[in-house]
């Protein structure tokens, strides 16, 4: 059955870094496009981050842009999304979610598998 195990989430100071983990398994790992989205308290949940299997596409929300890096080892069935300069609103409980085709890279419908979520929690 697929899985997905996010992990890395937890508290740090504003301008500090963290590297959340997304392992996967059942699946044919480098076939498909992963996503990284977010929920902060009271807020719907955001795309953020994607990565293509095909050509490498990258694809990041404005709000994250040249702070954010996602990168992908097919090896270790993992992906993993670089958190630098870290703010307050980037607060929330963070998921990895995959599909097989993705049209719309942000578009959380389209995902079929989700991760449990881990939370980043980001304040002094």
């Known amino acids: 059955q697929v899985q997905l195990v996010e992990s890395g989430g937890g508290l740090v100071q504003p301008g500090g870094s963290l590297r959340l983990s997304c392992t996967a398994s059942?699946?044919?790992?480098?076939?498909?496009?992963i996503g990284w989205f977010r929920q902060a308290p009271g807020k719907e949940r955001e795309g953020i981050s994607c990565i293509s299997p095909s050509d490498g596409s990258l694809y990041y929300a404005h709000s994250v842009k040249d702070r954010f890096t996602i990168s992908r080892d097919n090896a270790k069935n993992t992906v993993y999304l670089q958190m630098n300069s870290l703010k307050p609103e980037d607060t929330g409980v963070y998921y990895c979610a995959t599909a097989p085709v993705v049209r719309y890279p942000f578009n959380e419908y389209e995902y079929k598998y989700w991760g449990q979520g881990t939370q980043v929690t980001v304040s002094s």
């Open positions: 059942g699946f044919t790992f480098d076939s498909y496009t």
